[in-house]
């Protein structure tokens, strides 16, 4: 029998000078050294969790699932493993795969509460609201200072002003040495119930607090955002749109929904994806990594070029390639795909653009008060901030709207709502989609629903959401005197 005495080991020293690469954000370097270890150390599960880590921070959702899977494999009960598989599956669209990792690790760890957490924003993409509660109690039986899952809890309970969790709320916000991210959940916590509770004054206190915190922790100026609209106009001056010549036919067509967050952007690829020819692929970020990836190595001063835009077009197809759906046509709903419209023009010349327009005041408050799990959300915690990032958004759409005439299609929300069937049909149209009655019955849909409007779209058309700041005009008039012009 073959003596593996000799057979080298990985120490602790290696595997945190890989870990700190990952912690730092040098993920490339993290992913080199990992690969040289593969060679000495094939079979060790540790290095591929951080490996699919890696991926997943890039935003490599398959080759991140893969990762975690092989360690999986090497290693059934790893149970961190399982979690991170679940993670990124989610991310993915792959529901009920995700829900059976997420199952896995809770076997191995009974008391696992990011597990449960996390099964519970599942069951209530899903619309199965009594099992999202008892996993986000479970998760915070666990651990009672998870803020996190106290926030998640906020957004789908109903409550009375004798409920104990708000006690055990503002219990923990009184902690002298609670940080400011769960500060922030806290809050946010604290006014979805007192909006529940139709408390207007303790909520928009709780708000308030909750925002601002949150605006500091993001360090977030409107430069960011100003230097950003003068980058891509500059970059699409030309009004003429060419055939390119170097793109290649391909398999499945996008229908791109995109508009301002809050704008109805769910509520609108829910009835097209209730249509049985089209598979809904949700919020999709592929698309900004493939036109970074193409910006960021061209030089400054450089035009775009066919070829810029073909490898957009292939290495985003590529990625839509893995996902193995079986329709010809997919919706990617990105809201802050706008600020890309000349991008998706040039790459994809057959692709659809849906745009949601809705009232401004309404789409401004309703992003207000919501806390965005994305980073990227940082003008959205100041109403002055939100005033100038919505003249960013209608600038950006002018000038789209002026390049590129009668090639996007604008939707009212309230239009939507107040003639669901004449403008549901005239979207079809737009879209080149036969008349569908599923399109009519879109809140049966039974697909998962990453947004923030999850519970919304499982409803029947409703209206008056857009009135919904009316109660709050009194504490908003810095919001609706800069929107006066919109």
């Given amino acids: 029998m073959a003596n593996d005495s000799n057979k080298p080991i990985l120490t602790e020293a290696q595997i945190n000078a890989v870990a700190e690469l990952y912690t730092s954000g040098k993920l490339d370097e993290a992913i080199a050294e990992i690969k040289s270890l593969n060679k000495d150390y094939p079979n060790v599960p540790l290095l591929f969790n951080i490996l699919g880590a890696c991926y997943q921070a890039k935003g490599l959702l398959i080759d991140s699932a893969q990762m975690f899977e092989t360690a999986t494999k090497?290693?059934?009960?790893?149970?961190?493993?399982?979690?991170?598989?679940?993670?990124?599956?989610?991310?993915?669209?792959?529901?009920?795969?995700?829900i059976e990792c997420y199952k896995k690790a809770i076997y191995l760890v009974p008391n696992y509460p990011a597990a449960h957490n996390n099964l519970g924003n599942i069951y209530k993409d899903l619309n199965q609201l009594d099992d999202a509660v008892k996993s986000y109690e479970t998760a915070i039986a666990i651990k009672p200072d998870y803020a996190e899952a106290h926030h998640n809890l906020s957004l789908i309970k109903a409550y009375t002003y004798d409920d104990t969790h708000i006690q055990k709320l503002e219990s923990l916000l009184s902690d002298e040495d609670i940080d400011t991210k769960n500060k922030v959940y806290l809050n946010f916590s604290l006014a979805n119930?007192?909006?529940?509770?139709?408390?207007?004054?303790?909520?928009?206190k709780f708000l308030n607090e909750a925002c601002a915190l949150k605006k500091e922790a993001s360090h977030y100026t409107f430069d960011i955002s100003s230097k950003l609209?003068?980058?891509?106009?500059?970059?699409?001056?030309?009004?003429?749109?060419?055939?390119?010549?170097?793109?290649e036919p391909i398999s499945s067509r996008p229908i791109f929904v995109l508009g301002m967050p809050r704008s109805g952007t769910s509520l609108v690829e829910q009835i097209i994806s209730s249509h049985e020819q089209v598979n809904g692929l949700g919020e999709l970020k592929i698309?900004?990594?493939?036109?970074?990836?193409?910006?960021?190595?061209k030089s400054p001063d450089a035009p775009l070029s066919d070829v810029m835009f073909d490898s957009i077009r292939k290495n985003y197809m590529n990625y839509i390639s893995k996902s193995n759906i079986s329709e010809k046509i997919y919706t990617d709903r990105m809201p802050a795909n706008f600020r890309y419209i000349g991008y998706i023009l040039y790459a994809f010349p057959e692709a659809k653009i849906v745009h949601l327009k809705r009232d401004a005041r309404a789409t401004c408050w309703s992003i207000y008060k919501r806390l965005f799990s994305d980073n990227g959300y940082g003008w959205s915690y100041d109403l002055d901030d939100l005033v100038k990032y919505f003249s960013f958004y209608s600038d950006l759409m002018s000038f789209w709207h002026e390049r590129f005439p009668d090639q996007i299609y604008d939707i009212c929300y309230e239009d939507l709502t107040t003639n669901q069937e004449e403008e549901t049909r005239k979207l079809l149209e737009y879209c080149d989609l036969d008349w569908d009655e599923n399109c009519l019955n879109f809140h049966s849909n039974?697909?998962?629903v990453k947004t923030a409007s999850a519970l919304k779209v499982r409803k029947k058309m409703y209206q008056g959401s857009s009135e919904a700041w009316k109660k709050y005009e009194a504490h908003?008039?810095?919001?609706?005197?800069?929107?006066?012009?919109?």
């Fill in 74 to 98: 090497i290693k059934p009960d790893y149970a961190e493993a399982h979690f991170n598989l679940g993670v990124v599956l989610k991310a993915s669209g792959k529901t009920e795969e995700a």
């Fill in 193 to 204: 119930i007192y909006e529940d509770l139709g408390d207007v004054e303790k909520q928009i």
């Fill in 229 to 247: 609209l003068t980058s891509i106009t500059s970059l699409f001056q030309d009004s003429a749109l060419d055939k390119n010549s170097l793109l």
């Fill in 287 to 297: 698309l900004s990594q493939c036109i970074s990836l193409v910006v960021n190595n």
């Fill in 446 to 448: 039974k697909r998962s």
């Fill in 476 to 486: 908003l008039q810095p919001l609706i005197k800069g929107l006066k012009s919109f």
